[in-house]
């Protein structure tokens, strides 16, 4: 039996401003990755969507970024590992102070856009962000990209680690994501990418941008909820999944 997580960022508004489509996606996932305030979020959207989850019963995972509100979280900086823990401490703490509130536990740790992308290649970075998600909750599951440093790191810190993949993203030859400006980085074909997404539960292999097969585990899918095609696209995934015998279930299940 294949099993398999649905997580989607959440959480990402900010006081005036509204971002994503939390309310509709919720219902569709199975973990919810919540911004903690430096690449996006605040205090009230934080507590909202840990309420949300909650009453839907999904498993909240804290999303830890750069503090980059300006760029979302998604230029790179130069910090260095002490800082890096440090960083997460603090953003793993409140959020889960607002899981506290709502009665639900936190379940994992997934970093967010430039610091996801340089953790996955940076080993010293890695650590320090394994440093401080060990440092708040040693049984926290560390959300990272298939293949990459952040899940060597966190094995090497012996910390629960699921491997994750993207329903929309194209792939380089050393599992890395191809950079958003690049030609080709997204891949916008829902058929190709739902083929994509049971090749890799299934098989463990996708198409590199370069043509090449290369290997790739997935216990769970990051999919995006900020537009009506895009909960759409959720629900066949969810369709082709039970058409092809995958169970979809939450990383506490799959993990342990």
């Known amino acids: 039996m294949y099993q398999i997580d649905l997580n989607c960022d959440l959480g990402e508004s900010f006081g005036n401003y509204t971002i994503g489509m939390d309310e509709q996606v919720i219902p569709l996932i199975t973990s919810a990755n919540v911004a903690c305030g430096f690449h996006a979020s605040d205090p009230s959207v934080m507590d909202k969507t840990v309420g949300l989850a909650a009453k839907a019963g999904i498993r909240v995972g804290a999303h830890p970024g750069y503090p980059d509100l300006m ?22 703490s409140a959020l889960s102070g607002f899981c506290k509130a709502h009665n639900v536990k936190l379940q994992h740790v997934k970093p967010h856009g430039a610091l996801y992308n340089m953790a996955a290649k940076d080993y010293a970075l890695a650590t320090g962000i394994c440093e401080g998600i060990k440092a708040v909750d040693d049984s926290l599951i560390v959300m990272a990209l298939s293949g990459g440093e952040l899940v060597r ?15 929309d993203r194209a ?48 216990d769970s899918v990051c999919v995006h909820g900020d537009g009506v095609k895009a909960l759409e696209f959720v629900c066949r995934l969810r369709e082709a999944f039970a058409a092809e015998g995958i169970e979809v279930c939450s990383l506490s299940q799959i993990i342990g």
Request: hydrophobic letters at 40%.
């Open 171 to 218: 792939y380089e030859e050393d599992g890395s994501l191809v950079n958003r400006r690049k030609e080709g980085a997204m891949i916008t074909d829902e058929n190709e990418a739902v083929r994509r997404v049971i090749r890799m539960i299934k098989e463990r292999k996708v198409q590199a941008i370069t043509g090449r097969d290369i290997d790739i585990q997935a």
């Open 71 to 92: 760029g979302f979280g998604r230029r790179n900086m130069v910090i260095s590992p002490a800082e890096a823990k440090a960083y997460t401490i603090y953003q793993v």
């Open 153 to 167: 790191a966190a094995k090497d810190m012996g910390l629960k680690v699921a491997l994750e993949v993207f329903a």
